[in-house]
């Protein structure tokens, strides 16, 4: 069974930038579809962005496109966000989530099967 650290979180201002990683052990991500959702207070976990097992392809919410990457380190067994353009409306919680899928990505919650606790992002403006 796989497990997921996220770190990287904090308070930055609008229109700055932060790294998220998401560092795994138990398993090497190689063998997982992975993926960050968000969670503002009182509603549902929100997908931000995927990607797939080899790193080639990803996909991201609507509101994210164009400032947030996703990327993995298959070696270093650590999946990255890194984060730009912030505004006040990504404020959440940040979790990192792994997918046993073979191939592609997948956007839905529900086809992950392994969770990290999540990290804070604040943006403040």
């Known amino acids: 069974q796989i497990q997921l650290v996220e770190s990287g979180g904090g308070l930055v201002q609008a229109g700055g930038s932060l790294r998220l990683s998401c560092a795994a052990s138990?398993?090497?991500?190689?063998?997982?579809?992975m993926g960050w959702f968000r969670q503002h207070p009182g509603k549902e976990r929100e997908f931000v962005a995927g990607?797939?097992?080899?790193?080639?392809?990803?996909n991201y919410g609507d509101s994210v496109k164009g400032r947030f990457t996703i990327s993995r380190d298959n070696a270093k067994n650590t999946l990255y966000l890194e984060m730009h353009s912030l505004k006040s409306e990504d404020t959440a919680v940040y979790y990192c989530?792994?997918?046993?899928?073979?191939?592609?990505?997948?956007?839905?919650?529900?086809?992950?099967?392994?969770w990290g606790q999540g990290t804070q992002v604040t943006v403040s403006s």
């Open positions: 989530a792994a997918a046993e899928i073979p191939f592609g990505t997948r956007t839905g919650a529900n086809f992950y099967d392994y």
């Open positions: 138990g398993r090497s991500i190689s063998s997982y579809g």
């Open positions: 990607i797939n097992r080899g790193g080639v392809l990803t």
